[in-house]
């Protein structure tokens, strides 16, 4: 990576290091939100980008990561780093069926597509149904006194989310730079470009985009596991709805998909254009639900009608950021 | 639960009558789909708007949805065609991803722009002249059902014979079959394709109508259609006109009985399970991606 | 390295199409093999099915004593054969030497052996300057010599090369199996020359007996007129 890039990152890193230090809580809440979605798009992006396949039901992962570790730790109270690792091997095992049922019977494509948000909706109304983990009414986490900070069991002030979020973003990155420079990254991109060549010249395609697809799913599950101890509370019809897939996918599109960056800036750019535009309308007086997903429908038009490669690729280009 | 005869056949005529709608609102997609080749990722955005247009038009001027299907179907036919000539033409040669994203803004768009204007509470029609079931026998047959039932069937044909008998349609479906012979023997293919766009959106918006008497609507009703219209069109044969209604009336069958032995808000559950079975056990032939 | 192939009585037919046809013949080691005959003699198919990318109604192939046919062409490509593409398929979003590391990937364990091996194929085959340039910008013989580069860097025991035109060097195998219709090269180059035609085997021998033989002239030729 050149050194302007790497200048870049680490500005921006450290800019955001000391956010709750000099900004509002509404804006530490705001940036914990841009991360979120950061993390959760270069979770996707893995297997979009790079397995190339198009996964529309991603909050499946993050409804089963979620749910795992909270019902762990309020029926059997095991930490949730703990109830973590559960997590991720059943979204990752549940991912590795999918795929393989799918690659097995050649659903490619928009099927694909379609099979996921099947699988994804399936769950919203089977947890629904679930009542050892509250069904529709939700399941509620202890809440502890504000001020104390247990990181052990995710109960604490908001910086400490943050913190924590802003840590495994920049771990997803990191992996992410590193899955990329690696054999499996190489053959993640022979694959995406020609799977037959990639055959031809020694790839196991099976293989590796069911690695792809499991190292998706279990980033996904953390990111589960985040929002289930961040909101203290999980809902099926929010977890696992059609619009938290939505919303993942929203910043990797924008920003670049298969591009390392890609899911951060179009993150970014969604959180700030969603924001500014809720502001603007209660500031004109209106204040209506609905705005922001406006927003986010087009700009998502935008992109995918003017600049379908996202965003990152012609700012990279425009910055000189590599030759 | 009562388990007699004439409650079964009850729930079967009613799965039945619900399901031809269904089945219109699929056939909207078959055309779509099977013709222009498009992924309409906004097809049951699209129904929900129908929904609430029919239902504006009946609480502010007293329009009949039965009646509304005429100017509701025609606006709906201008919008599909303007959208396939305008906005859609230049994707024909992209990604085929690319265009179901685009699809999924507008889809996007339109329910945030309902929940805007509408606000997140339900609306919906009621006829106070169908309260009472039409009675056959030891059938109860509810009204606004065995109406709307009528009147899919009653476009259906109508759209049957434009396809087999009008020379318009027969060259749409010449499109489907080789666009570049069509291209080659002189068809205006994007005309056709925006019409084919233009007579599955009015499908949607006829489907809508008759929908609103049915059951009410809320902002977020779009995506539970999108997939609904998608699960009829996978299980009764892409790209078949038949198909999309028996498949229709299939699922509204099994939703139908899936309510009756089931939870009622598991019903959908048997769909989303005959999809994915379907997806994966279809001849490949069918399902191979033509991209 | 004496391992040979053997392909032994190989049919293919498409929804009635009999694409081959009862194929037989052997290729030696350390030699050239060419398989010429006129279009849609079944030369692609052959060559799909020795490198796994289909599979033959019946028959068998045979490397070095184990039948590889059935095989998945990766597992092939780790058993020793490398194959080219009539229509090149680089991979166009990655640059030359992202390209051939992939090719190297398969026989070298780390990816900076594999970028080492990389950039001494490239400069082998002549594409070294080029190797920063994305792949999509090369010219056709240079995608062509970057087809070839790419085999070449999986270590192959017997490359298959489909209509590669140009001269080549098999420094790096032991034999290759060419499909060309130039016949200047197929000449000047091939110790055996198999000769395809619908499917079936029409004549097999050196150069310079085939072009004396009838069933070859015949299906290059035409059959003469009857006036």
Redesign the interface.
């Known amino acids: 990576m050149k050194r302007r890039a790497i200048l870049l990152v680490v500005g921006v890193f450290g800019l955001l290091l000391t956010l709750p230090l000099w900004a509002s809580p509404y804006t530490v809440s705001l940036a914990t939100l841009f991360l979120f979605f950061a993390y959760a798009g270069q979770a996707w992006n893995i297997m979009m980008g790079f397995a190339g396949l198009l996964s529309l039901g991603h909050a499946l992962y993050l409804g089963v990561g979620a749910y795992t570790v909270a019902a762990l730790y309020d029926h059997f109270s095991i930490g949730p780093w703990l109830g973590l690792w559960v997590a991720l091997a059943l979204c990752g095992l549940l991912a590795a069926a999918i795929a393989a049922l799918a690659f097995r019977y050649r659903v490619a494509g928009v099927y694909f597509a379609l099979l996921t948000i099947a699988c994804a909706e399936f769950a919203r109304i089977g947890f629904d149904h679930f009542t050892w983990v509250g069904g529709s009414g939700g399941l509620f986490l202890k809440v502890v006194e504000p001020g104390r900070m247990d990181l052990l069991n995710l109960r604490g002030p908001p910086a400490m989310f943050y913190y924590l979020i802003l840590f495994l973003a920049g771990a997803a990155l990191l992996l992410t730079a590193l899955l990329l420079r690696s054999r499996a990254g190489y053959y993640w991109q022979a694959i995406r470009e020609s799977e037959e060549a990639a055959a031809a010249l020694g790839v196991n395609s099976f293989r590796w985009k069911m690695l792809a697809v499991m190292i998706s799913a279990a980033m996904t599950a953390l990111a589960g596991m985040f929002s289930a101890f961040y909101y203290s509370n999980l809902f099926p019809e929010q977890l696992f709805h059609i619009s938290r897939s939505i919303e993942i996918i929203l910043g990797p599109i924008i920003g670049g998909v298969g591009t390392l960056f890609g899911p951060i800036i179009g993150a970014a750019l969604l959180t700030v254009l969603a924001d500014g535009a809720t502001e603007f309308v209660a500031a004109v007086g209106w204040d209506v639900p609905g705005v922001k997903q406006l927003v986010y429908g087009i700009v998502l038009f935008a992109i995918v009608g003017f600049l379908p490669e996202g965003i990152w690729p012609a700012l990279a280009r425009k910055l000189k950021l590599f030759q | 639960m009562p388990f007699d005869f004439p409650t079964l056949l009850n729930v079967l005529i009613s799965g039945l009558m619900t399901g031809l709608v269904y089945g219109l609102m699929a056939l909207g997609l078959s055309v779509i789909f099977g013709v222009a080749r498009v992924?309409n990722f906004a097809h049951g955005e699209m129904m929900a708007l129908a929904m609430y247009a029919a239902a504006l038009l009946f609480s502010r001027f007293r329009v009949n949805p039965l009646l509304a299907v005429l100017p509701l179907g025609a606006a709906f036919f201008c919008f599909g065609y303007g959208l396939q000539r305008l906005?859609l033409r230049p994707f024909v040669i992209?990604p085929?991803?690319?265009q179901?994203?685009?699809l999924?803004?507008?889809?996007?768009?339109i329910?945030?722009?309902?929940?805007?204007v509408f606000g997140?509470d339900a609306r919906a029609v009621n006829l106070d002249g169908l309260l009472e079931p039409v009675v056959i026998g030891e059938l109860l047959l509810d009204q606004a059902k065995l109406y709307a039932a009528v009147v899919a069937c009653a476009v259906a044909a109508a759209l049957f014979a434009f396809f087999r008998l009008t020379y318009t349609g027969t060259a749409i479906r010449a499109c489907a079959d080789n666009w570049l012979g069509a291209q080659i023997v002189g068809l205006d293919v994007d005309r056709l394709y925006a019409i084919a766009f233009g007579i599955g959106a009015s499908c949607v918006g006829v489907a809508g109508c008759m929908m609103i008497l049915l059951v009410d609507v809320t902002?977020g009703s779009g995506?539970a259609y999108t997939?609904l219209a998608?699960?009829i069109v996978?299980v009764g044969g892409l790209g078949s006109m038949s198909g999309a209604l028996v498949g229709g009336v299939l699922i509204g069958i099994s939703e139908a009985f899936g309510g009756l032995f089931i939870?009622p808000?598991?019903k959908?559950?048997i769909s989303?399970?005959l999809?994915?079975i379907v997806?994966?056990?279809r001849p490949?032939g069918l399902?191979?991606?033509k991209? | 390295m004496s391992a040979s192939l053997a392909v032994q009585q190989i049919s293919k037919s498409f929804r009635g199409l009999q694409a081959l046809a009862d194929v037989s013949f052997e290729i030696q080691p350390s030699t050239i093999t060419a398989l010429i005959g006129p279009n849609g003699a079944g030369k692609t198919t052959l060559f799909n099915i020795i490198a796994g990318a289909q599979t033959p109604d019946c028959g068998a192939i045979v490397l070095d004593g184990c039948r590889i046919d059935g095989l998945r062409p990766d597992q092939i490509c780790r058993l020793g054969i490398a194959r080219t593409f009539q229509m090149v398929k680089p991979f166009a979003g990655l640059t030359v030497l992202d390209n051939v590391v992939i090719g190297a990937l398969s026989c070298c364990s780390r990816v900076k052996e594999a970028r080492q091996r990389a950039d001494a194929i490239l400069d082998m085959v002549g594409l070294g300057p080029k190797r920063s340039r994305a792949s999509a910008l090369l010219t056709l013989p240079d995608r062509k010599l970057l087809e070839l580069a790419r085999a070449l860097a999986t270590r192959p025991k017997l490359l298959l090369l489909d209509e590669v035109l140009g001269g080549l060097r098999p420094t790096e195998c032991d034999r290759l199996v060419l499909i060309e219709h130039v016949m200047r090269v197929v000449m000047a180059l091939a110790r055996t020359v198999i000769v395809l035609h619908h499917g079936e085997v029409i004549a097999q021998g050196t150069p310079a007996n085939i072009v004396r033989e009838q069933a070859v002239l015949d299906c290059y030729l035409g059959e003469p007129l009857s006036v």
């Open positions: 992924v906005v992209r085929q991803h690319s179901f994203l685009l999924l803004a507008l889809a996007v768009v329910t945030s722009t309902l929940l805007i997140p902002p995506p997939l998608f699960v996978i939870a808000s598991a959908s559950m989303f399970a999809m994915v997806l994966i056990f490949r399902i191979a991606d991209s």
